[in-house]
């Protein structure tokens, strides 16, 4: 491990030389290089790398997530070691959530465990994206079930339902997720981390895991909605269904205007495609 040490201000030396005068330079510098560390451990507090004291994560301010500023740039919602930012969802026969390892546990619930987002931060309805890792440590059904806003709306991402392997959104149309054309089939396996993304535009649900792309939906036109059982965790939820799962690095960013454009394009031109096929 290499260490930085800074260099020492000209100010500094001079003052210690002016009360060392019979030392050597040198001596004076040793000196500094000293009491330098013993100054910077005597400040638990300060901020190191955007983490805080007791090595959690800054999480989200209003600023942080909506500003223009702020686009393009990931922001925690979770800091990594309390519940502090989050409810835990009274479903009804909901199992513990609790911190162990650096990760969210959800228990085995009867049938939904899972956390609801009570940050200070409003959170944005569109042009935003949000990511995870999640993973399930016992049980067959999905580990994580990712509930988001949606323009004016709310909508499910549902990873290893249905058994274990279904994934897409809940609800279009009033479809869910083993009933629309989102639905594909994922093998997962147990205790392995997958990095789950989702992406919100006006006309466009976009998610993925692991970087493989696994929903493209445009959207307008279309009721976006939730089940009934997942309406508690509004504005923001991740959930398991008769399975004990993990959960961490929970981050938010608001897209950049390059981004909404680009995106913006894509959806004309499948709207184009679309028309000249009907």
Not at 255 to 260: H, I, K, P, R, S
Request: glycine share 10%.
């Amino acid at each position: 491990m290499c260490s930085i040490v800074r260099k020492p201000s000209l100010t500094i030396v001079a003052r210690l030389q002016k009360c060392f005068q019979p030392w050597p330079t040198y001596l004076v510098l040793s000196l500094w290089m000293i009491v330098l560390p013993l100054a910077q451990i005597a400040r638990p507090d300060e901020p190191v790398n955007g983490n805080n004291a007791e090595g959690g994560t800054e999480l989200a301010t209003s600023e942080a997530v909506g500003s223009a500023e702020a686009a393009g740039r990931w922001t925690p919602l979770w800091d990594g070691k309390t519940l502090d930012g989050w409810d835990r969802t009274q479903f009804g026969g909901e199992g513990e959530c609790y911190i162990e390892d650096g990760q969210v546990i959800l228990e085995f619930g009867s049938d939904m465990t899972g956390i609801t987002y009570a940050g200070k931060a409003p959170l944005p309805t569109t042009n935003y994206e949000l990511r995870l890792e999640a993973r399930r440590l016992a049980g067959t059904d999905f580990f994580c079930g990712l509930t988001f806003p949606v323009n004016d709306s709310h909508c499910s991402f549902i990873v290893g339902g249905w058994s274990g392997g279904v994934v897409g959104l809940s609800t279009l149309d009033k479809n869910d997720a083993a009933n629309n054309e989102t639905a594909k089939y994922v093998r997962f396996e147990k205790e392995k981390w997958y990095r789950v993304r989702v992406r919100v535009t006006p006309e466009n649900i976009s998610t993925w895991i692991d970087d493989k792309q696994m929903v493209d939906c445009n959207i307008k036109g279309r009721e976006v909605g939730l089940r009934a059982e997942v309406l508690l965790s509004r504005p923001l939820g991740i959930s398991t269904w008769r399975t004990r799962g993990g959960l961490r690095n929970i981050e938010i960013r608001k897209l950049t205007d390059e981004e909404v454009a680009e995106q913006n394009e894509r959806d004309k031109s499948n709207d184009g495609a679309k028309n000249s096929n009907e």
